[in-house]
Structures are given as C-alpha cells and as structure tokens.
C-alpha cells in the first residue's frame, strides 16, 4: 500500500526536523516555512489512518463473514481500531 511507504517518508521528514548530525553539525532536514512540523506531522497521521481504512476495505469486500459484521457501529469501529493499530 502507498499509505505505508508514504507515512514512512513523512515520519523521518518529521523526527528529523531540527536534528544536526556531522562536523560542523548540519541539520537534516531543514525548515523551509513555520509550521512545517505541525503540518508534516498532520500529513503523517492522515496517512496512518487512510492505510487502515485502506486494510478496513480490503476485509470488507474479500470476506461476506465480515461485510455481514461490520453493518454494525461497533463492530466497524472497533476493526477501524484494530488495522490502524495493526
């Protein structure tokens, strides 16, 4: 999936904001705008989140046991909660 190799790019963009490493220390990633890092850090959770509801649907449509299941509120939330944390 695109979402994991995305969110894994912007992760590193986001842990290494301000990081310096070398002699003379130079830093990683440089900022180019305020508020990089609350928006890099958003993107990163947007991401996240759209590869779970990504493995949410794969379920849905390859399994009728679990399409029947997840006509429910809570059982849909709790599978939602289950792939993003998976």
């Given at each position: 999936f695109e979402?994991?190799?995305?969110?894994?790019v912007l992760?590193?963009?986001?842990?290494?904001l301000g990081v310096k490493i070398g002699h003379?220390?130079?830093a990683i990633t440089k900022l180019k705008f305020r508020g990089e890092?609350?928006?890099?850090g958003a993107l990163g959770i947007i991401c996240f989140?759209?590869?779970g509801l990504?493995?949410?649907e794969l379920d849905y449509c390859t399994s009728?046991?679990?399409a029947k299941r997840m006509r429910s509120?809570?059982?849909?939330?709790?599978?939602v909660l289950f792939r993003t944390c998976e």
């Open positions: 979402g994991i190799a995305s969110t894994m992760l590193y963009a986001f842990w290494s003379p220390p130079e890092g609350v928006i890099v989140l759209s590869t990504g493995l949410m009728r046991a679990i509120w809570p059982y849909e939330t709790v599978h």
